[in-house]
T-cell receptor
Framework: KQEVTQIPAALSVPEGENLVLNCSFTDSAIYNLQWFRQDPGKGLTSLLL?????REQTSGRLNASLDKSSGRSTLYIAASQPGDSATYLC??????????????FGRGTQLTVWP | NAGVTQTPKFQVLKTGQSMTLQCAQDMNHNSMYWYRQDPGMGLRLIYY???????DKGEVPNGYNVSRLNKREFSLRLESAAPSQTSVYFC??????????????FGPGTRLLVL
């Protein structure tokens, strides 16, 4: 069974810092890996999706990398801002198994960026 | 274009009561999913529907039933609510589960408290 782990569980940094969130998964047979953002009391918003054949994806100040063979992904946030405060979730989509489209989620990293 | 909508936003039930959580999407997506999110557990798949007319169990289906009413709507029913079903429920949809570029779009969630 695929298991997804995110480290750290919580992170508090001052505004302007560059930071890295980590995600690891146990089964490298994946179609893709996604990073989501969840604001308190809200749903999930997809930030970046990396296909299994890709090494990284970038969107603005966000950069996500994928090392499928080692089962690791990192989300890099440059020049953090208070508006980045949220919970960041990592999810993988297995390429084998019977559940089409199913995502396996990590427990998330709760990020606080203070002014 | 509202995306994925869920009703109600919040509900309090007594043990043994029944209720139906409603979900609708206006993106003409084929696949729809129900997840639950518990503190420290991450999101877990309850049921999914790969296409109109089909439904299948996910990781934690016990105590739930689903109906794919049409392509737009996917409902989740609790026949006899239990305190263990206190959670936040998210509905999601995706266009084509067979695509490695698939992104799932999430609704805002339903917060359910069972007393």
């Amino acid at each position: 069974k695929q298991e997804v782990t995110q480290i750290p569980a919580a992170l508090s940094v001052p505004e302007g810092e560059n930071l890295v969130l980590n995600c690891s998964f146990t089964d490298s047979a994946i179609y893709n890996l996604q990073w989501f953002r969840q604001d308190p009391g809200k749903g999930l918003t997809s930030l970046l999706l990396i296909q299994s054949s890709q090494r990284e994806q970038t969107s603005g100040r966000l950069n996500a990398s994928l090392d499928k063979s080692s089962g690791r992904s990192t989300l890099y946030i440059a020049a953090s801002q208070p508006g980045d405060s949220a919970t960041y979730l990592c999810a993988v989509r297995p390429s084998r198994g019977s559940t089409l489209g199913r995502l396996y989620f990590g427990r998330g990293t709760q990020l606080t960026v203070w002014p | 274009n509202a995306g994925v909508t869920q009703t109600p936003k919040f509900q309090v039930l007594k043990t043994g009561q029944s209720m139906t959580l409603q979900c609708a999407q206006d993106m003409n997506h084929n696949s729809m999913y129900w997840y639950r999110q518990d503190p420290g557990m991450g999101l877990r798949l309850i049921y999914y529907s790969a296409s109109e007319g089909t439904t299948d169990k996910g990781e934690v289906p016990n105590g739930y039933n689903v109906s794919r009413l049409n392509k737009r709507e996917f409902s989740l029913r609790l026949e006899s609510a239990a305190p263990s079903q206190t959670s936040v429920y998210f509905c999601a949809s995706s266009e084509r589960p067979a695509s490695s570029q698939e992104t799932q779009y999430f609704g805002p969630g339903t917060r359910l408290l069972v007393l």
